[in-house]
């Protein structure tokens, strides 16, 4: 059972990257998978999560309208859209899945039991 994040980058401001997160070992389709960045000398963020049932999605108050999550059954791939691009979003992006969750838990790293390594993304000019 195994995740991997990837698609990082180097990326000049208010560019766009995509992020991808693959799944090997188990069907990504039958998990809620967040989204969780980490910034040099700061605490790991919740960026966002798409639920196992339905594809509802759910983000951080601060990355609304410019972040996206989506799903690729056929890929096995859940996907980090993210859109006009600051300098603070740089950091290590990760993913994580989890079989059971509820909403309140969403933004609790604790509560995904299977991570994969992060990749960076870096935002300058």
């Known amino acids: 059972v195994q995740l991997q994040a990837y698609g990082g980058g180097l990326v000049q401001p208010g560019g766009s990257l995509r992020l991808s997160c693959t799944a090997s070992?188990?069907?990504?389709?039958?998990?809620?998978v967040g989204w969780f960045r980490q910034a040099p000398g700061k605490e790991r963020e919740f960026v966002g999560a798409?639920?196992?049932?339905?594809?509802?999605?759910v983000y951080a108050d601060s990355l609304k309208g410019r972040f996206t999550i989506s799903r690729d059954t056929s890929r096995n791939t859940v996907y980090l859209q993210m859109n006009s691009l600051k300098p603070e979003d740089t950091a290590v992006y990760s993913c994580?899945?989890?079989?059971?969750?509820?909403?309140?838990?969403?933004?609790?790293?604790?509560?995904?039991?299977?991570w994969g390594q992060g990749t960076q993304v870096t935002v300058s000019s």
């Open positions: 994580a899945a989890s079989s059971r969750i509820i909403y309140s838990s969403l933004g609790n790293p604790s509560s995904y039991a299977y």
């Open positions: 798409i639920f196992r049932s339905g594809g509802t999605t």
């Open positions: 070992g188990f069907t990504l389709d039958y998990y809620t």
